[in-house]
């Protein structure tokens, strides 16, 4: 086998690994990746995830594990016989080319016949509505149309795996949301197979049909938007798909319907994720959406408790708020109360938003997610 096959069923990693001297990048990647499928890698800055697609590249050779396309392995192959299409972060165009050009020069570099060249193309070039800009040079094009030259000259090579790498984190948000509708849009259409790394999780929940959540070189989680965002396994899961609110608690006896957890003169019951036993520490996480402003203010009670408005950031229909409760944990929320800084007001969580997992750690700086976990 000279390249990559683009008829294959699935793409398997397994127990791939990858050092730089005594450091792991990368541990114990087991994945498959079905023909078709949008796969996302998630994770925070140096958690793996460049380093698991730049493996699967051909960018750097593998220190254990290996790859395979269908029951052929690839791993041992270079990067150009992998027939793999690459979308960089910087987008790596070449400057004294025009669109057209930069657009041709895979296939011209395989040496296909002309009239093919010409017409894989223009194809190409009219899917990502470029036509009118097709002679212009790179610098007279803005950030999301250089984006999508760099995606016109991936998908031109008709290639069985598109790896895409940051490719939108370059953009303003209004090209990044307009990028990201047209990257899936390709990837329909062209019943194409992508691998796709990010660390924007509203990006791979939007795009992705699988995520795989990535932290100092192991995999934390591999599903479904849906699943990781209502079911994450660990709190590190948790607090990578938006439950900002991680409180960290002690367990106490089971409840009816979850577990009673304290600390920091709350009382809380909350979901059990996994085993947790008696007088553990946990970390109980929510999302901002989940935490409720009672109505009337209200009194306080199992799940309700007192909390002083520290800070309001409006943000049209919601407003985002910090407050601060008693003890001096802060907790963020999002309400359409009309609320201001000073406010006293009681909030709550239903049990089933109130997530509990086992504190494995006693604590985590904010290098990590930016995020600190009171201790």
Known sequence: MTSGDPSFETLRLQQVG??????????GLDLEIRKGEFIALLGPSGCGKSTALNCLAGLLPLTSGSIWQDDVRIDTLPAERRGFGMVFQNYALFPHLSVRRNVAFGLTMRRLPKAEVTRRT????RLVKLEEHAHKLPGQLSGGQQQRVAIARAIVLEPSLVLMDEPLSNLDAKLRLEMRTEIRRL???????TVYVTHDQEEALS???????LRDGTVQQIGTPQDLHTRPVNWHVADFMGYRNLLRLRAGARADDGVVVEGDGLRLVATEVGDIS?????VVAVRPEDVVVSESGGSAGLNRFPATVDVVEYQGRELAVEA?????????????????????IVV??????LLAFAAEEP??????????VPA
């Open 18 to 27: 990858r050092t730089f001297g005594r450091q792991a990048a990368l541990t």
């Open 122 to 125: 223009e194809d190409a070039i």
């Open 187 to 193: 990837h329909q259409s062209l019943g194409l197979t």
């Open 207 to 213: 795009l992705a049909d699988r995520l795989v959540v």
């Open 278 to 282: 008696e007088g553990a520490d946990v």
């Open 324 to 344: 601060r409760m008693a003890s001096g944990v802060r907790l963020h929320l999002l309400t359409q109360h009309r609320l201001a800084p000073g406010d006293e």
């Open 348 to 353: 709550g969580a239903p049990v089933e938003r």
């Open 363 to 372: 604590s985590r700086s904010s290098a990590d997610t930016g995020v600190q």
